[in-house]
T-cell receptor, first 116, second 112 residues
Framework: NAGVMQNPRHLVRRRGQEARLRCSPM?????VYWYRQLPEEGLKFMVY????????ESGMPKERFSAEFPKEGPSILRIQQVVRGDSAAYFC??????????????FGPGTRLTVL | SQQGEEDPQALSIQEGENATMNCSYK?????LQWYRQNSGRGLVHLIL?????REKHSGRLRVTLDTSKKSSSLLITASRAADTASYFC????????????FGTGTRLQVTL
């Protein structure tokens, strides 16, 4: 059973370009979370999605950032018109459906975004 | 201070010694989880302790939770060089699928 997959692992963009980060949850998991980690800091929650639904986007910047988790395919975190301050590691996590797992989340290896 | 703050920020010990890290939080929680992150890598789930539990063990790890003080500690016994990593606590308010709130982490260095 493969773990959470993220790609690309490293992404370099120039200011103003778009960045697309992909996340495939663990098999059987229907909940996906995106977190951002700045250097020397902890992870900050961005958005929580289920298939075709955004459940909680309280951590998403109001502009330029969007996320989706389509019926088929990976979850996508999209950053439009990137700026240097977007440089960070972006982690995806997934958890299984239903109750009883106490919300243990399984993390992917992350995508390190560098904006030049 | 933010929900989930670890103390100390950095800790350096010798192999074989015990390492203790503390985490404080502000709001009521359903459970608290500890994660490890090796440099430049993803997070690995270590242990989860529920709000009605006071202590939990897993191998060389021992976690305590004091909900009256809103604090938790992670003890790693007989540390090894491979334990060198950053350790984060994460609080969960609901116990069901929802966001985790992470602390700033303790960077542990275990030297030979």
């Amino acid at each position: 059973n493969a773990g959470v997959m993220q790609n690309p692992r490293h992404l370099v963009r120039r200011r103003g370009q778009e960045a697309r980060l992909r996340c495939s949850p663990m098999k059987g998991h229907s909940h996906v979370y995106w977190y951002r980690q700045l250097p020397e800091e902890g992870l900050k929650f961005m958005v929580y999605l289920q298939k075709e639904n955004i459940i909680d986007e309280s951590g998403m910047p109001k502009e330029r950032f969007s996320a989706e988790f389509p019926k088929e395919g990976p979850s996508i975190l999209r950053i439009q018109q990137v700026v240097r301050g977007d440089s960070a590691a972006y982690f995806c996590a997934s958890s299984p459906p239903g109750i009883g797992n106490y919300n243990e989340q399984f993390f992917g290896p992350g995508t390190r975004l560098t904006v030049l | 201070s933010q929900q989930g703050e670890e103390d100390p920020q950095a800790l350096s010990i010798q192999e074989g010694e015990n390492a203790t890290m503390n985490c404080s939080y502000k709001t009521s929680i359903n459970n608290l989880q500890w994660y490890r992150q090796n440099s430049g890598r993803g997070l690995v789930h270590l242990i989860l302790i529920r709000s009605n539990e006071r202590e939990k063990h897993s191998g060389r790890l021992r976690v305590t939770l004091d909900t009256s003080k809103k604090s938790s500690s992670l003890l790693i016994t007989a540390s090894r060089a491979a334990d060198t990593a950053s350790y984060f606590c994460a609080t969960d308010v609901t116990g069901t699928a929802s966001k985790l709130t992470f602390g700033t982490g303790t960077r542990l260095q275990v030297t030979l």
